[in-house]
């Protein structure tokens, strides 16, 4: 055959070749042919979302053929029809260009509306997708496309309703390669509300409800295609033209959805009708078979129509009415409709209803309705097989289970998570990937390693094209996930998302620093420094409460973060103060600025719901505070330096008013909060005030900021975890509260629960907070206690500072474990020896000593030698501790290892407390061998110092 396009377009397969030519094409044309009506329908009915691509072997079969055989000639068809036929056969817009060339003069509104859908197809394609940059240059193509515009436009008037609705969906898709003009898509549009409304006005009665329930199935879809294109055009219709038109549809399809649901009612009532037996008479066996009725017609609503109708308001922004949801919401939860529905319909259902829930009110109808369907939808998502699901689809799912506040099944979950990792993954838009992985941590699903390695892997390809939103919502998800990529991943992330920094909003950008920090990860400083950079030029003030916190927390902890990166700490912790100074009563101010503390009845008029007042909330408050308390630790650590000039007017201020003015409001602000915390905000708030007392903060706890933390706390006593626990005791103790007995019934019953899952630490804070205390526990509880320290000690899991804290703790309760228990002990104690710190040495021979416990004189000479040769570490109250403990062990060191500990006393005797002294006297009395006169002088000097400093004191 000749070039296709050149060839006369005829109705005959005419020409000047042979008679086996002939035959031959005719042959090839009546195989395209047969191929073609077994894949695609006579009728015009393009479906609304997503239309039926081409074949590759019809597209194949139908490039050989030209235009003139792709015309038909039948005994009941027409002309008008044969073009028609042959305008759908075309597999190539010049095919569709020269059949519509060729017939102009005989050209009607069918064929004109079929050529615009058939290049929409055609474009639509999978093949064509790839040819839509090529498409939009190609002058011939664009100046086809805007001809058959202007030839619709100018027979507009007599277009029925579903034309001008094919024509518009067909226009949205052809967008990305010509723009419909704004008159045309006006001009469009209204004869769309003139044609729906005459064809809605000259409805008759169906004569069968077969006919009714395809008459809206097609009056849905229409709607629905009109609605996905104003969603796809929305930036080219003017509003004057849109508003109108959606209000339209919104009604228009409100009376379709009423009407199926009728429908739907009836059939239900037949089926029942026919379901109910006569005179409760069963057939006997050999009877012939009565048949039965004729099954009613289902009521014909696609789910493709709604999910495309609901995707394209929610696109949209568009919150329908409560009557509509409630339509909406009945429709889908109908099982007949979800039965049909494959994963891509469900996920614009979900996509939509979840859209739709952002903008409903709680606990309105409007928010009723939408439950119920989301609901149906989350059951329907579990029962449709997965293998259809694309990569699309299974975001836009996971996303909105997410917003919706569902969560799945964990079995469902698993067989999703596997099909995206075999299947999906490497087909996943950055934008698909970013909410993946954002919707995993919102519903708290941590994948197997090997699906979030093919997740990260896919995004550190795609790395380049993401968008400055998904850069944040990838990092914020991994940090919520804790799992922290790999140095690769990393150096793409911080290098793409520097060159994305300016577009990114104050949030985002928050949610960065946060999550690097969360992560442990160390950005390099030209990072930092543009995001602090970026997040102070946009200014801090348009932050939620929220936001300010997570800045005081990343920067609290990001290292080496250059002049920017102290410029928007110091900013952070001037917003910070300026938010609680609203917070916080002006008049609780002035007394916790005149350290007058003791009456804090004005606190209560703080809220406790910070939501309602946009101040800050508990968790909030407990990770400022402990941020605070890290702040003070790095800057006690750089004035402790040499010659550090880092230290600069910055630092000096942060230290002499900004933090302590900020601790003292953090202070005021918790205690109304206190009733609204859960175990791990009382932990930080009382062990962040601890530790801000240490570092020599004049920070007053007061008996009522105590009363109310043991309120709250034994309020959620019941869920507080093994280490929330253990913290409380410990801050208790530091602060040596006296207790009440319930709170210490209640704990002691709690703690029990947990102790099996407390780790070392734990359970030695726990009896060493318990005899600061002077509480003595249960037997059962001290029993179960010494047991789990034993099976720990097997395992060699307590490190020095355990068995310091557990033999403090058995000391001051004055309780005496047995002779094998103490033997453990002393051998776990001669293991890591040269591991202990000078305290927890003296305080583990100070335990031994108290119990008075046979301690072997390998293990005293080897504390005295580990003592000795550290000796500038200890203090001086720790030496003559631990000499008096060796005393009362009978460990005899020798005269030079005494005399060496005894002058590192003399030398600072001012620091001895009378107690140490006391014990360092009685050390040296009771010698095996009479010590030397010289050290009985100088302890007798030393006596007569301290004497005259308590006198004088």
């Known amino acids: 055959l000749a070039h296709p396009y050149s060839m006369q377009v005829g109705l005959g397969a005419a020409g000047a070749g042979s008679t086996a030519r002939s035959a031959a094409a005719a042959a090839a044309a009546q195989e395209a042919r047969e191929l073609l009506e077994r894949q695609f329908h006579l009728g015009l009915q393009p479906s609304s979302s997503s239309p039926a691509s081409l074949s590759n072997a019809s597209d194949a079969a139908l490039s ?42 005989h050209l009607n509104t069918r064929h004109l509306c079929a050529s615009l859908v058939r290049l929409a197809r055609l474009c639509n394609s999978t093949f064509w997708q790839q040819e839509k940059k090529i498409l939009a240059a190609d002058k011939q193509y664009v100046a086809f496309v805007q001809q058959l515009y202007r030839d619709i436009a100018a027979v507009q008037l007599s277009l029925e309703y579903r ?28 004869q769309a509300v003139i044609s729906g409304n005459a064809a809605n006005s000259s409805k008759v009665e ?42 339209w549809l919104l009604s228009m399809s409100q009376g379709l959805l009423q009407d199926s649901l009728h429908l739907q009612h009836q059939h239900q009532s037949q089926r029942l009708g026919m379901q109910q037996p006569q005179n409760n008479q069963q057939p006997h066996q050999g009877a012939a078979s009565v048949p039965q009725q004729q099954q009613p017609p289902d009521a014909g609503m696609s789910p493709r129509d709604i999910a495309t109708l609901a995707w394209s308001f929610a696109t949209l922004g568009l919150l329908p009415s409560t009557s509509w949801l409630s339509a909406f919401a ?38 009723n309705s939408l439950d119920a369907a989301a609901t149906a939808l989350l059951q329907a998502c579990q029962e449709v097989t997965l293998r259809s699901c694309d990569a699309q689809s299974a975001s836009n799912i996971l996303w909105a289970f997410a917003t919706l506040g569902l969560r799945p099944s964990v079995a469902w979950l698993n067989r999703l998570l596997h099909h995206i990792e075999a299947s999906v993954v490497t087909y996943m838009t950055p934008q698909a990937l970013s909410v993946t992985l954002w919707a995993l941590a919102a519903l708290g699903v941590i994948p197997q390693p090997s699906c979030m390695s093919a997740l990260l892997a896919s995004s550190a390809h795609n790395m380049q094209r993401f968008t400055a939103q998904g850069l944040c919502n990838t990092i914020w998800a991994l940090a919520v996930l804790e799992k922290a990529p790999g140095k690769a991943w990393q150096s793409a992330f911080f290098r793409h998302s520097r060159a994305t920094v300016t577009n990114m909003t104050s949030q985002g950008l928050v949610n960065c620093l946060w999550a690097v920090a969360r992560l442990g990860l160390q950005p390099p400083q030209e990072w930092v420094v543009d995001v602090a950079a970026q997040l102070l030029q946009q200014g801090l003030q348009g932050l939620s409460s929220q936001g300010v916190s997570n800045v005081l927390w990343a920067m609290g902890r990001i290292k080496n973060s250059g002049r920017q990166g102290q410029q928007l700490l110091h900013a952070a912790l001037q917003q910070a103060t300026v938010l609680l100074e609203r917070q916080v009563p002006k008049q609780q101010q002035d007394k916790g600025n005149s350290n007058n503390l003791q009456h804090v009845d004005t606190l209560s008029a703080v809220s406790s719901d910070s939501s309602s007042t946009g101040g800050f909330n508990v968790y909030e408050v407990a990770g400022m505070l402990h941020t605070v308390c890290q702040l003070q630790a790095q800057q006690q650590m750089m004035a402790s330096e040499p010659c550090n000039s880092s230290i600069s007017n910055r630092e000096a201020a942060l230290g002499s008013h900004l933090l302590p003015k900020l601790i003292s409001l953090l202070q005021l602000a918790s205690q109304p909060l206190l009733s609204t915390a859960g175990p791990g905000e009382l932990s930080i708030l009382f062990w962040s005030q601890n530790s801000l007392a240490e570092a020599g903060h004049a920070v007053n706890v007061t008996r009522q900021w105590l009363d109310a933390w043991l309120a709250a706390s034994q309020a959620c006593i019941g869920s507080a975890s093994s280490r929330d626990l253990a913290q409380w005791i410990w801050c208790l103790a530091k602060r040596g509260v006296r207790l009440p007995a319930q709170w210490l019934a209640s704990f002691q019953v709690a703690s029990f629960r947990q102790m099996g899952q407390a780790n070392s630490q734990d359970l030695s804070n726990m009896l060493w907070a318990l005899g600061s205390l002077k509480v003595v526990p249960e037997p059962a509880w001290l029993q179960q206690h010494l047991s789990l320290a034993s099976r720990r000690q097997s395992m060699k899991q307590l490190q020095p500072q355990h068995l310091a804290n557990i033999g403090s703790g058995l000391a001051r309760l004055g309780h005496r474990p047995d002779r094998e228990w103490l033997a453990r002990y002393q051998e776990d104690i001669y293991a890591v020896l040269q591991d202990f710190k000078p305290q927890e040495l003296t ?92 050290w009985v002088a100088k302890l007798l000097v030393a006596t007569q110092v301290r004497l005259e400093t308590v006198c004088l004191g």
């Open 64 to 105: 050989q053929l030209p235009p003139s055989l792709l015309l038909t000639a039948s005994a009941d068809s027409s002309p008008g029809k044969d073009i028609t036929r042959a305008i759908k056969r075309a597999s190539d817009w010049r095919q569709v260009q020269s059949l519509v060339q060729e017939h102009a003069p």
């Open 163 to 190: 034309q001008v609705c094919n024509v518009l969906w067909a226009a949205s898709q052809l967008q990305d390669a010509v723009h419909p003009s704004t008159t045309w898509l006006t001009s469009m549009y209204k």
């Open 206 to 247: 169906q004569p069968s409800e077969q006919k009714s329930s395809q008459a809206g199935s097609h009056a849905m879809m229409h709607v629905a295609q009109m609605a996905y294109s104003i969603a796809r055009l929305q930036e080219q219709v003017p509003q004057n033209v849109q508003q109108p038109t959606l209000s």
């Open 330 to 367: 009945s429709a889908v939860s109908c099982k007949g409709l979800l039965a049909a529905a494959n994963s891509r319909d469900l996920s614009n259902l979900l996509w939509a209803t979840a859209t739709f829930s952002k903008l409903a009110v709680k606990g309105s109808a409007a928010a």
């Open 843 to 934: 305080n583990v021979l100070w335990a031994l000593a108290v119990l008075n416990c046979k301690a072997e004189q390998a293990l005293l000479h080897e504390c005295l030698v580990a003592m000795v040769s550290n000796l500038s570490s200890y203090k001086v109250n720790e030496v003559a501790v631990s000499l008096w403990a060796m005393a009362r062990l009978r460990g005899q060191p020798d005269l030079r290892l005494m005399a060496a500990a005894l002058q590192h006393c003399f030398t600072q005797a001012r620091q001895l407390t009378p107690k140490g002294l006391s014990m360092l006297m009685w050390s040296v009395g009771n010698m095996a061998t009479s010590p030397p006169k010289a």
